[in-house]
């Protein structure tokens, strides 16, 4: 799988989390759990948007498939 999220964002996150220093290994393991996680958001959200009769995925999709995932 492509590599989406820029690590310097990732790094941010951290960072803003109240990390003082992060590792690489730590960013990229961040972005890989992230990702994993965003598309299997999309892919509910996808369902969710067809169930309901559209092609455009919209915020409420996005939010009502988060919470089935968790």
Not at 48 to 55: D, S, V, Y
């Amino acid at each position: 799988m492509m590599k989406e999220l820029p690590v310097a964002s990732v790094d941010r996150i951290i960072r803003n989390a109240g990390a003082d220093r992060v590792s690489e290994d730590a960013k990229e393991a961040l972005a890989a759990i992230l990702e994993d996680y965003g598309m299997k958001v999309s892919v509910e959200a996808i369902k969710l948007c067809k169930h309901a009769g559209r092609k455009t995925v919209k915020e409420e999709d996005i939010k009502l498939a988060s919470q089935r995932l968790l």
